[in-house]
């Protein structure tokens, strides 16, 4: 079995432990021994070593909050009109992109076809198409009026979503879902800004639905997410049973009571990139402040920064994801939502890299194998050229990456980096 040896690297754990300088043996697809300092290790005990030149070795990221098959759309019908063949492959894209960027996992949080996220995974582990590790998730599931219901009385539009009514129809959906080989489902409990009759604060799919969603993901042993606004309906994502919560901007002292006291079994992710870059950045894509202000997301964004200090004060798992692959979030800029919770939310930079990585095992639900440096653990390895926690939005985009593993393969080798880098100085 070939075993790589990692010399001279400053080691960012992702056990919440501070920096240090050390090796890490890496045999088979595991990392075999982490030891501090230098020069503890055996050069005899590796077919090959890498000098990492001072540079962080880490964890491979995990986006918490991933829409593979989005493609930096405009508007949600553009998304529901492609066609499933042409739609395949730009997913199949997307997950190449998103491992250039970092990301060794991604817990998707909704498909806009039944299987383009399951095609996708399949075709990974099988290794005939390079790509992260994925949790497939279903379309989203929502209600007549709900987020992604783009119909009219004399039109039929698709979008990413599938449309269902009352216990009945959500659990026959949900089933079709786990059937066609989904590992989350996706349920949309509040509407959006985005929606004129169902703006954010509008809590549109019922208690009952949302319960007999939930029973039926965990009946099937699958998780499940829930798009999550208004304060009601963080409430009954939690009261039944709901795994990750994303966005809950608007929740109030019961809502985060209950997510307080539900801690150690969910997860929430604020998904807050959308609405960060219509607000700062609305002006590049044709939004003007008035705009943004009139559609509510200055307000929404107020309340996310007050609701995710919260939330960071309570000790509730957070992820990073921030619904990454509309034209305002272009795919391969996820990592932008680690400074986020830095600049907006009150995380220290170690609280916002553990939220991509160690909390990301967890999410994936490999908490006891992924996402730390650590003997035993998977060899999923990014080597940073630079320190992230001086500045962490060297860890957007993938150029400052010098190796890239999955699983013990590399993906990004660091030979090919330092070429580029000589190239570059010359």
């Known amino acids: 079995m070939s075993a790589t040896l990692i010399r001279n690297a400053r080691i960012i754990d992702a056990s919440g432990a501070e920096p240090f300088l050390g090796e890490v043996l890496i045999q088979g697809n595991r990392i075999q021994e982490v030891a501090r300092g230098e020069g503890r290790m055996a050069g005899d005990r590796a077919s090959r070593e890498i000098d990492a030149r001072g540079m962080t070795l880490m964890p491979g990221m995990v986006e918490g909050h991933c829409h593979m098959s989005f493609t930096n759309a405009a508007t949600t019908t553009e998304l529901g009109d492609i066609p499933p063949e042409e739609h395949v492959l730009a997913t199949a894209r997307n997950a190449e992109l998103l491992f250039d960027c970092g990301f060794t996992s991604v817990y998707a949080a909704a498909a806009c076809k039944v299987r383009l996220d399951v095609v996708v995974r399949n075709e990974v582990n099988a290794g005939r198409l390079k790509g992260p590790r994925i949790r497939a998730a279903s379309p989203e599931i929502t209600v007549t009026a709900g987020l992604g219901d783009e119909r009219r009385m004399h039109q039929y539009r698709d979008s990413f979503a599938l449309i269902a ?158 619904d990454y692959g509309f034209c305002f979030t272009p795919q391969g800029t996820n990592a932008r939502d680690i ?63 010098a190796m890239i593993m999955k699983d013990g393969v590399m993906h990004k080798d660091p030979i090919g980096f330092a070429a580029q880098a000589q190239i570059a100085a010359e």
């Open 165 to 322: 009514d009352g216990v009945d129809e959500i659990r026959r959906v949900c089933r079709m879902c786990i059937r066609e080989g989904v590992d989350n489902l996706k349920i949309n409990i509040s509407g959006d800004d985005f929606i004129p009759h169902a703006k954010g604060e509008i809590t549109t799919m019922t208690d009952a639905e949302v319960a007999v969603a939930c029973e039926t993901a965990h009946d099937f042993n699958r998780q499940i997410a829930a798009h999550c606004r208004s304060a009601e309906s963080v409430k009954r994502a939690a009261r039944n049973g709901v795994d990750v919560i994303y966005h809950c901007e608007s929740a109030d002292e019961e809502a985060l009571d209950m997510l307080e006291a539900r801690k150690d079994k969910i997860f929430v992710g604020p998904a807050v990139g959308l609405v960060h870059n219509i607000v700062f950045e609305g002006r590049e894509h044709g939004m003007s402040d008035d705009v943004v202000e009139f559609m509510g997301f200055k307000r929404g964004f107020e309340n996310y920064c007050r609701t995710y200090e919260q939330i960071r004060k309570r000790g509730i798992r957070a992820v990073i994801g921030g």
């Open 339 to 401: 400074g986020h919770l830095v600049k907006f939310f009150g995380y220290s930079p170690m609280e916002a890299l553990l939220a991509a990585t160690k909390i990301g095992g967890e999410i994936m639900d490999m908490a006891d194998e992924l996402g730390q440096v650590r003997a035993g653990y998977l060899a999923d390895l990014l080597l940073v050229d630079g320190d992230p926690l001086k500045d962490l939005s060297i860890l957007v985009g993938g150029e400052r990456f």
